[in-house]
């Protein structure tokens, strides 16, 4: 692999720059900036808390456990899809030279030869790697959540022990929710780093655009201002 990166010219070093830029910058200011605590993302975090605080002060929790359920259910069906994905693109690996002849008839074309292509095809599967990676955590995570779930003592808020049980159940479905996204993150920049196969131009305006459509939707959305209301 390390002998095929001199087939990389500048401009696609270039865009390569402006692609994990985006995502590592992106991943850095909603999660870990001072601006974070503005976005969807925190948000849901205070709703997870009170989540936890009244399923505490309930006797019956087959409502909490159907929630978790259908949050499992989700997170299945990405990690699912996307073992389909990966399967798909090391096939393409595989078929490089008809993928390569395929490609050359289009206008946009920019695959280059076959060291080239399968560098290309490298970053997409990486992209949905990391994501199969983040959602089978996330699944994990979702799981102790249910045993806490099961252990949870029954107690009002204020009372000895039932607040740090509270943060304990909020951090669990935090941290499993926040595995989520990312997986999400990594869907969505995976498609911006299949644009590359057509041209390095494409792979950074795909970037770009995606870097702006997660922006607005976790701090512009008319999602985060439903969760605003409530306040």
Same mark, same amino acid.
């Given at each position: 692999?390390? %002998?095929?990166?001199?087939? #990389?010219? *500048?401009?696609?070093? +270039? !865009? &390569?720059?402006? =692609?994990?830029?985006?995502?590592?910058?992106?991943?850095?200011?909603?999660?870990?900036?001072?601006?974070?605590?503005?976005?969807?993302?925190?948000?849901?975090?205070?709703?997870?808390?009170?989540?936890?605080?009244?399923?505490?002060?309930?006797?019956?929790?087959?409502?909490?456990?159907?929630?978790?359920?259908?949050?499992?259910?989700?997170?299945?069906?990405?990690?699912?899809?996307?073992?389909?994905?990966?399967?798909?693109?090391?096939?393409?690996?595989?078929?490089?030279?008809?993928?390569?002849?395929?490609?050359?008839?289009?206008?946009?074309?920019?695959? %280059?030869?076959?060291?080239? #292509?399968? *560098?290309?095809?490298? +970053? !997409? &599967?990486?992209? =949905?790697?990391?994501?199969?990676?983040?959602?089978?955590?996330?699944?994990?995570?979702?799981?102790?959540?249910?045993?806490?779930?099961?252990?949870?003592?029954?107690?009002?808020?204020?009372?000895?022990?039932?607040?740090?049980?509270?943060?304990?159940?909020?951090?669990?479905?935090?941290?499993?929710?926040?595995?989520?996204?990312?997986?999400?993150?990594?869907?969505?920049?995976?498609?911006?780093?299949?644009?590359?196969?057509?041209?390095?131009?494409?792979?950074?305006?795909?970037?770009?655009?995606?870097?702006?459509?997660?922006?607005?939707?976790?701090?512009?959305?008319?999602?985060?201002?439903?969760?605003?209301?409530?306040?």
């Amino acid at each position: 692999m390390s %002998g095929a990166l001199h087939h #990389l010219a *500048i401009a696609d070093w +270039l !865009v &390569l720059f402006v =692609f994990f830029s985006c995502w590592a910058g992106y991943g850095w200011f909603s999660e870990h900036s001072r601006w974070a605590s503005g976005g969807l993302i925190s948000s849901t975090r205070e709703f997870r808390l009170e989540w936890a605080y009244r399923m505490l002060a309930r006797e019956v929790r087959v409502t909490d456990s159907t929630l978790i359920g259908n949050l499992v259910n989700s997170v299945t069906f990405y990690a699912n899809t996307t073992i389909y994905i990966i399967a798909g693109l090391v096939a393409a690996l595989g078929a490089a030279d008809k993928l390569l002849n395929f490609t050359s008839d289009l206008a946009l074309s920019g695959a %280059g030869n076959r060291e080239l #292509l399968e *560098i290309k095809l490298m +970053l !997409v &599967l990486a992209s =949905f790697v990391y994501a199969y990676f983040k959602f089978t955590w996330s699944l994990r995570q979702f799981n102790l959540l249910s045993i806490l779930v099961g252990a949870a003592p029954l107690g009002e808020r204020g009372d000895a022990g039932i607040e740090s049980y509270a943060r304990r159940l909020a951090g669990a479905n935090n941290l499993a929710g926040d595995d989520f996204n990312r997986g999400i993150r990594a869907y969505y920049f995976g498609l911006a780093a299949s644009g590359w196969l057509l041209s390095p131009l494409l792979l950074g305006i795909l970037a770009v655009l995606i870097l702006l459509v997660l922006y607005r939707r976790d701090y512009r959305s008319a999602a985060l201002g439903i969760l605003r209301r409530q306040r």
